[in-house]
């Protein structure tokens, strides 16, 4: 017997209807956002037995105010976004995004969308009120870090955000300003614009355009240079974020993917390989995602959006020839870093710049000619108070020089100390050190990253600023400058002298560690020049036998002249 096909079911939460077919239309027709009507009274105060049940034993706990939110143990960022039916972008992208770089997501769902390879088949506009509910529930229980924003589809639900925003303030506010999708969809209303401008941007950290949306903000300007996207990174700073970013991945064919930054004084290019793919479906959603959670993490700006759009970067790699769906544009793997040690993936945690302040180096030659094995000399400078460790082998085998590598990450691992390798990405990976050291004629600081991922510390020795600048668009954490004296241990190299050493600091992005013949008695000199991004010295294990004492007379040596310096 043919049975009629069950009726649509309704979404329903605490006993009320959810979504109300406020909006269903085709890709081919044009935006028409309608305000949902308001659910009528009955329905709204409708409860379920279960919400009576919470209403009532918190009505009886107490008359007092409600507790406020709870820390959370990771970094937290809230997406208030769309959803993407198809996986690729919206809030599915920003979870997964999150989730890659070790922060927490929760989701406010603004909008649910019909969506595939193909483009936009509906949309479907969460009531207003709803969206506040979702963000009082969240805001009002659970400490959030940053707020990002993706699909906001009308000037209503802008302008709840900007309230709930008010009511709960956050660490920071990412706007990605979605308009229109890459298929040529519309996701918001063309007057949300004004909102847009005039409220929301005043309150963001960040506010990510592509090159369109730059344009649709700026009345349709025409963009097209790379000229032309720092003119309209000045133009969108005016509407009040503390910094834009303007993403060129639509950019006409290039081969790099650059993206310009502008934060009220510099404009700083950020350039990228451009990958060769079908699949970029929700880079834009990923990226802002990534930088939110960067910046829960704690890490500046500059430092957040660069980790991102490596990720990007990485990301579209491992997912380039993958086939998903008919149409033109497909989703790429965010979790590609799940299928391929190491598992720990995003900026590292744990490395701050003031680690650099005492960095020590083993010699292979010197641990020889004392007699001490890599182990020893690594306690030893640690007990020394060495604030971060590189290994620097060069003459070990290869299975000898990794049982060694293990023996020390464990021990730099129970002190807090990071441990690096010189050069062999093979070790680190295998014995999973905090990074690589590597210098200008080893493997580039972009490749490293591309085999360790964005989890890992990468230093590079720079003499020149311009191997200071690569080594900042490669992606690295630190630059090695020197030989600032000249060096016994390592040969054929030029000595920078005070000079060569400031010229390098002025010119980094990057903080500098300096590097060669350093000793108790000259450490002092070095730190006492007060050079920007200069975090510290390094020192390689070689002067005597008994590198504790050396250790502790250039701690001393070293803190005495950095007060000194951090005092004029
Ligand atoms: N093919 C590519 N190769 C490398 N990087 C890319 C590529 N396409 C985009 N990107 C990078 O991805 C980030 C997002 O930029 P894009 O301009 O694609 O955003 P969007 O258009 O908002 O994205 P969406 O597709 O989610 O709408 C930028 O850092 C951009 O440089
Ligand atoms: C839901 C949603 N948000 C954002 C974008 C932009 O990529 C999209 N295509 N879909
Ligand atoms: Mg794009």
Request: some cysteine; proline content about 7%.
């Amino acid at each position: 017997m043919a049975s009629a096909p069950p009726p649509p079911q309704e979404a329903v939460h605490s006993g009320r209807r959810l979504l109300s077919p406020t909006l269903f239309f085709s890709s081919s027709s044009p935006l028409r956002l309608r305000p949902s009507p308001p659910p009528p009274p009955s329905a709204h105060r409708r409860r379920s037995r279960y919400s009576r049940l919470v209403a009532a034993s918190s009505s009886s706990s107490s008359s007092s105010a409600p507790p406020p939110p709870r820390e959370m143990p990771w970094p937290h960022v809230l997406t208030v976004a769309g959803s993407d039916s198809g996986g690729g972008a919206g809030i599915q992208a920003d979870i997964k995004a999150c989730a890659a770089l070790g922060a927490y997501c929760s989701s406010v769902v603004t909008a649910v969308t019909a969506q595939n390879t193909a483009g936009v088949q509906g949309i479907h506009v969460v009531p207003e009120e709803f969206i506040r509910e979702q963000l009082n529930s969240v805001l009002s229980d659970m400490s959030v870090d940053v707020v990002k924003t993706g699909m906001l589809p009308s000037i209503g639900v802008v302008k709840v955000l900007c309230e709930s925003l008010k009511k709960f303030p956050v660490k920071a506010l990412v706007v990605d300003p979605v308009m229109v999708s890459t298929s040529g969809d519309a996701l918001s209303e063309s007057s949300t614009l004004s909102v847009y401008r005039d409220e929301l941007f005043a309150m963001a950290d960040i506010v990510t355009p592509n090159v369109k949306e730059a344009s649709r903000l700026l009345g349709n300007v025409s963009l097209h240079t790379v000229s032309d996207m720092r003119s309209a990174a000045e133009s969108i700073y005016k509407f009040g974020p503390k910094y834009v970013l303007v993403k060129g991945g639509d950019m006409p064919e290039s081969s790099d993917a650059v993206d310009v930054f502008f934060d009220g004084k510099e404009f700083i290019e950020l350039h990228g390989r451009r990958i060769k793919t079908r699949n970029t479906h929700g880079t834009g959603c990923t990226l802002a995602s990534c930088i939110a959670s960067e910046l829960a993490k704690g890490a500046k700006m500059l430092h957040a959006v660069q980790v991102a759009k490596n990720f990007v970067e990485s990301a579209l790699h491992h997912s380039k020839d993958l086939i998903i769906g008919n149409g033109p544009q497909g989703p790429f793997d965010h979790l590609f870093k799940l299928k391929s040690p190491p598992y720990n993936v995003g900026s590292h945690q744990n490395f701050k710049p003031d680690q650099l302040f005492l960095y020590a180096v083993t010699d292979s030659g010197m641990n020889k000619k004392w007699g001490r094995s890599i182990k020893e000399a690594v306690q030893a400078a640690i007990e020394g108070g060495a604030t971060i460790v590189q290994l620097r082998e060069k003459d070990s085998e290869t299975r000898e020089f990794l049982e060694a590598a293990k023996a020390c990450v464990e021990i730099c691992k129970s002190s807090g100390v990071p441990l690096l390798i010189n050069d062999r990405v093979d070790i680190a990976l295998a014995c999973n050190a905090d990074g690589v050291h590597v210098g200008q004629s080893d493997m580039s600081a972009r490749e490293v990253r591309e085999l360790l991922g964005p989890g890992k510390i990468i230093g590079v020795s720079c003499k020149t600023p311009a191997q200071a600048q690569q080594a900042w668009n490669d992606g690295a954490d630190y630059i090695g400058c020197g030989g600032v004296f000249p060096t016994t241990t390592k040969a054929n190299n030029p000595t920078l002298g005070f000079e060569g050493l400031k010229t390098v600091s002025l010119a980094s992005k990057l903080p500098v560690v300096a590097i060669g013949g350093i000793n108790a008695s000259n450490a002092g000199s070095v730190i006492e020049l007060g050079l920007p991004n200069l975090m510290g010295v390094a020192y390689a294990l070689v002067e005597s036998q008994d590198e504790r004492v050396d250790y502790a007379e250039l701690h001393v040596a070293a803190e005495g002249e950095f007060a000194e310096a951090q005092r004029l």
